[in-house]
């Protein structure tokens, strides 16, 4: 069974930096690229950055870009996001995901960031 | 840049049918899927790969798609079906959202 199981989420003051990490299991984590998406309250999904399955390619949104550096660990089965320069705009559940052509996609449940003063 | 575009709201009379359009040029290349999300709840995959429902979605939700627009139908809706859609596409190594829609069903 796929799990992604997020973590590291928590309350940080602006302008701090904060990293989250999802463990990922029951599949082979080096054959897939992954991706962080995360949901701000009351508001839609937005995607925040992917990462190809050798960390070759890789992608921001624009809030984001500069700021937020994606990783993994192939090794560890891991994909890590750390957050710097954070913003109250960052406040957000931040999920963890393998999203793959034609397979079904797999999430986590997601870490809360509450970024405020 | 890609976008995807739906409706903001939709609703229905129970035992309707539903039917919720999500529209891009990346869909003409790339599969969609589609996610439920109630409130306080995290999404739920419902449709992948354009039309393909993961085990344990009822059979009344389905999805098609047709050149630049994927749609999701609920077929019956179910006062329980109310809550907001979500339509999603990848295209490399970036992955697109439409701005959800609000499935009303009274």
């Known amino acids: 069974e796929v799990q992604l199981v997020e973590s590291g989420g928590g309350l940080v003051q602006p302008g701090r930096s904060l990293r989250l990490s999802c463990a990922a299991s029951g599949f082979k984590f080096d054959d897939y690229a992954m991706h962080w998406v995360r949901q701000a309250p009351g508001k839609g999904l937005e995607w925040v950055s992917g990462i190809s399955w050798n960390s070759g390619s890789i992608g921001y949104a624009d809030s984001v870009k500069g700021r937020f550096t994606i990783s993994r660990d192939n090794a560890r089965n891991s994909l890590y996001l750390q957050m710097n320069s954070l913003r109250v705009e960052d406040t957000a559940f931040y999920y963890c995901a393998k999203i793959v052509g034609g397979l079904k996609d797999n999430w986590g449940q997601g870490t809360l960031v509450t970024v405020s003063a | 840049s890609y976008e995807l575009t739906q409706p903001s709201s939709v609703s229905v009379s129970p035992g309707q049918t539903a039917r919720i359009a999500c529209s891009g040029d990346?869909?003409?290349?790339?599969?969609a899927r589609w996610f439920q999300q109630k409130p306080g709840q995290a999404p739920v995959l419902i449709i992948y790969?354009?039309?393909e429902r993961p085990s344990g979605i009822p059979e009344r939700f389905s999805g098609s798609s047709s050149g630049t627009t994927v749609t999701l139908t609920i077929s019956g809706a179910q006062v329980e079906d109310e809550a907001d859609y979500y339509c999603?596409?990848?295209?490399?190594?970036?992955?697109?959202f439409g701005g959800g829609t609000k499935l009303t069903v009274l």
């Open positions: 790969k354009d039309s």
């Open positions: 990346v869909l003409a290349k790339k599969y």
């Open positions: 999603y596409s990848a295209a490399d190594i970036h992955v697109v």
